[in-house]
């Protein structure tokens, strides 16, 4: 998530001295204030990290806010995805190959993890290697060294790992699908993400940061939802998590050209699965339940927080922004408690 001015340290204080680290995570949910927690215990550490959770929740924007906050900030981090790159290529990826090793290897190039010394290497989607290629990562692990493709050199690697997954990967091994001593080695530090179903009070948040990334993206005015959009996308199950969510953002901004989204903006199957005011169609709320108010609420605070960064903290413009009175705003920062990093304005 990337290209907004909405800063969700101010919505979520972190003590760190790496709060940068976190500005494309956006949460304020009680599981989310833990994920930052642990992030920020394991960042300093050389300890391999197992990101778990289902896909869309933001594994690699957690990898890279981990590379972030830890002292290899400096150096490269390097991201592959293993479920996408064809198997006979990824080999060559990892390590690099010597010319000649292949048809159309004309000259020697070096692979990720090679270029990424002294930084970190994030392996997506760890759980579709192949048994052969999971054996040389293993030995990456335990002893920082490799072989390019067609080559005899051993080359010598100081890199940290980050994995992720959607499977089960104990599951897996129970199957011989993954190998048990690459599991233990990777799996010292497991961290679960949370799906979107899970931190439904971050919704609004994430409402809000899309809507003014896609808008500065597209040169167009910030989108407002009226109240019952922001409810009904609170009360969608979001099976494909934050990308979903994006992905309608995005197309919302892109293709409706006034500035205020309603219902009948929302595809069926949202305004179905948010729908609590008896037409008969929609499903019924979670067991938890919805609170309207609190919905509302939340986006008001967003929004809010939103003008206050754009404004650099200054009231009156940030009220101009937000179309209301000084005095309005001065009330809402009062009810909601914000404050500026660093001191006030």
Not at 125 to 148: P, W
Not at 208 to 232: G, R, S, T
Request: proline share 5%.
């Amino acid at each position: 998530m990337t290209g907004s001015n909405l800063n969700p340290n101010k919505i979520v204080p972190i003590a760190s001295p790496s709060q940068a680290a976190f500005k494309n995570v956006i949460g304020q949910s009680t599981s989310m204030k833990r994920i930052f927690r642990i992030v920020e215990k394991v960042a300093a550490s050389e300890t391999t990290i197992m990101l778990n959770g289902e896909t869309g929740t933001g594994k690699g924007v957690i990898a890279r806010a981990i590379h972030e906050c830890s002292p290899r900030r400096d150096r490269p981090f390097i991201q592959i995805n293993c479920g996408a790159t064809p198997e006979g290529l990824l080999e060559s990826e990892f390590f690099g190959y010597r010319r000649g090793a292949f048809t159309g290897a004309v000259s020697d190039r070096p692979g990720k993890f090679e270029l990424a010394n002294g930084g970190t290497v994030f392996l997506d989607e760890i759980g579709d290697m192949s048994a052969d290629l999971q054996v040389k990562v293993l030995r990456v692990l335990e002893e920082g060294e490799f072989e390019r493709v067609g080559g005899h050199e051993t080359i010598k690697v100081d890199a940290r790992i980050i994995t992720a997954t959607h499977r089960d990967l104990e599951e897996e091994v129970q199957k011989g699908n993954f190998r048990e001593d690459l599991f233990y080695r990777l799996y010292v530090i497991p961290i679960m993400l949370p799906s979107l179903r899970e931190r439904k009070t971050d919704i609004p948040f994430l409402i809000a940061y899309f809507l003014d990334e896609f808008a500065q993206k597209n040169h167009k005015p910030v989108m407002k939802p009226a109240p019952e959009v922001i409810q009904a996308l609170m009360g969608y199950p979001w099976y494909g998590n934050i990308r979903e969510l994006r992905n309608l953002i995005e197309r919302m901004v892109v293709l409706k050209d006034h500035t205020v989204l309603t219902l009948e903006d929302l595809p069926e199957k949202i305004r179905q699965g948010g729908e609590t005011t008896g037409r008969g169609k929609g499903r019924p709320a979670p067991d938890e339940g919805i609170s309207f108010q609190t919905a509302v609420s939340e986006f008001e605070k967003a929004l809010i927080v939103n003008a206050l960064e754009k404004s650099n903290w200054v009231k009156n413009r940030a009220a101009e922004l937000l179309k209301i009175k000084r005095t309005t705003l001065v009330e809402k920062i009062k009810r909601y408690r914000l404050e500026k990093s660093g001191g006030d304005s």
